[in-house]
């Protein structure tokens, strides 16, 4: 029986045992997310505290992240990821212990939360640099695109299992069970056999990151990613935090509503995650990118039209399906056009700018939800994601051409070693 394109990535035993790993992590980290939220809420009942610990959450992802991305370059990045995950696991027993035993302060609990994304911002961009390594370049699309399916799908069950075990058990249940999680990841990455980092010549840490910032800026195909990912970053993605708001605001209908917009979400990203690889192999990554963006505005638009919380989980699954579309897409032709030694630091960037245009975006479009409605903000962020693709397609045509242009990393010299088990090459640890 033929595997279908789009779990062909599953077929390699490194990349299947790490799609497990942190599948099961990301459903524990989802509980703790919901769970810390819920607890700090609950504790000091003021909403600043809860949006102070998904800040804590969140921001080290565009502060840490050029210094994780270094790393990725110069270390063994088997070893920083066991490092930064045993790190996030001790941490998240800290959080467990401090619950279970009544000592856990909202101060305490966000020093916690801060701590444990810091080190999840060091090791991220050794997780994504890695992939190339563990499957062959024709099913890298793939890959990226089940990597992407598992954060969605660990989105919704997360939340789901957060909510039963604090039913039954409490807080610090739901706590343990992340901390067990971790340990999926370190059972994943322990055995990878990987080649050793490229020598760096004493340069330092703050010199890696400024080469890896002009490499960015010097690769055509790079840099427009990176442009077509701002305007990404800033008019799309803020769709995403404020689910919440829309269900309560626009449907009156807060917990059932976000649980039905969240899930449709995370169903739309799962289909398309199953049909990328397909894609891609048909019309190629630069096709693709430029289509799920062009279909990504209109897409929000009828989100924002919908009447009724039916219609608007059918049009959000659609707005699902398209921004998965395009963030793996982002993620592809980076990959593909940037050499391994480079790669930690070229993938910084694009998570530097996630985690502030985003939070951004979701911040400007939240306080003009407010004054002048969520629907036309969603309306009106379609309309001008829309204009801006236009304008810059206009303004600069070669920006989109130069997605095909041969990249560094599309050399053949730079293919990746594949480990089934036994590829026994030096792993540099």
């Known amino acids: 029986m033929q595997v279908p394109r789009s779990l062909r990535p599953l077929r390699h035993r490194p990349y299947a045992r790490l799609w497990v790993g942190a599948f099961t992590s990301n459903i524990g980290t989802w509980m703790e997310t919901i769970g810390v939220g819920i607890y700090v809420t609950s504790a000091t009942g003021q909403a600043k505290w809860t949006g102070l610990v998904a800040a804590a959450g969140f921001v080290p992802n565009a502060i840490v992240g050029p210094l994780g991305g270094a790393l990725a370059d110069r270390l063994p ?23 279970a035993t009544h000592a856990a302060t909202p101060a305490l609990v966000t020093l916690v939360v801060l701590a444990s994304s810091c080190a999840g911002a060091l090791g991220f961009p050794a997780f994504q640099a890695i992939l190339p390594e563990l ?24 939340p789901l299992l957060a909510g039963i075990v604090i039913s039954v058990g409490g807080y610090s249940w739901a706590f343990a069970l992340n901390s067990l999680s971790f340990l999926a990841v370190i059972w ?13 010549g004493g340069e ?11 490499f960015v800026r010097a690769e055509p195909g790079i840099r427009s990613v990176v442009i077509y990912f701002a305007i990404n970053c800033l008019l799309a993605a803020p769709f995403i935090g404020l689910v919440p708001a829309v269900a309560g605001k626009v449907f009156d209908n807060e917990k ?4 039905v917009l969240v899930t449709a979400q995370g169903l739309g990203a799962v289909a398309m995650a199953l049909a990328l690889g397909g894609l891609i192999a048909h019309w190629g990554n630069r096709r693709v990118l430029l289509g799920v963006l062009v279909a990504l505005p209109p897409a929000l638009v009828l989100y924002g039209l919908a009447p009724t919380l039916a219609a608007a989980a059918v049009a959000i699954a659609v707005v699902g399906f398209f921004y998965l579309g395009a963030l793996s897409s982002f993620t592809t032709i980076v990959q593909l056009r940037a050499p391994s030694a480079m790669r930690g630091r070229v993938l910084s960037v694009l998570g530097v700018m996630l985690g502030s245009l985003y939070p951004l975006g979701a911040l400007i479009q939240g306080a003009l939800g407010d004054a002048i409605g969520l629907r036309a903000v969603t309306v009106g962020s379609g309309i001008l994601m829309a204009l801006a693709l236009l ?19 599309e050399l053949v010299q730079n ?15």
Request: net charge positive; aromatic share 2%.
């Open 391 to 409: 304008g810059m397609r206009l303004r600069e045509p070669r920006f989109a051409a130069a997605l095909t242009l041969p990249g560094p990393g």
């Open 256 to 259: 059932v509503g976000t649980s």
């Open 188 to 200: 994943a990455v322990a055995p990878l056999k990987l080649p050793p980092p490229v020598a760096h």
């Open 204 to 214: 330092s840490i703050a010199g890696s990151i400024r080469d890896g910032l002009r």
């Open 135 to 158: 499957v062959p370049l024709d099913d890298l699309p793939g890959a990226i695109a089940l990597s992407s399916a598992q954060w969605n799908l660990g989105r919704v069950i997360g």
């Open 415 to 429: 293919a990746p070693v594949i480990d089934d088990g036994e590829n026994r090459n030096d792993p540099g640890t």
């Open 77 to 99: 990045r088997r070893v920083l990821l066991l490092a930064t995950t045993s790190a996030q696991t001790v941490l998240a027993t800290v959080l467990t212990v401090l619950v």
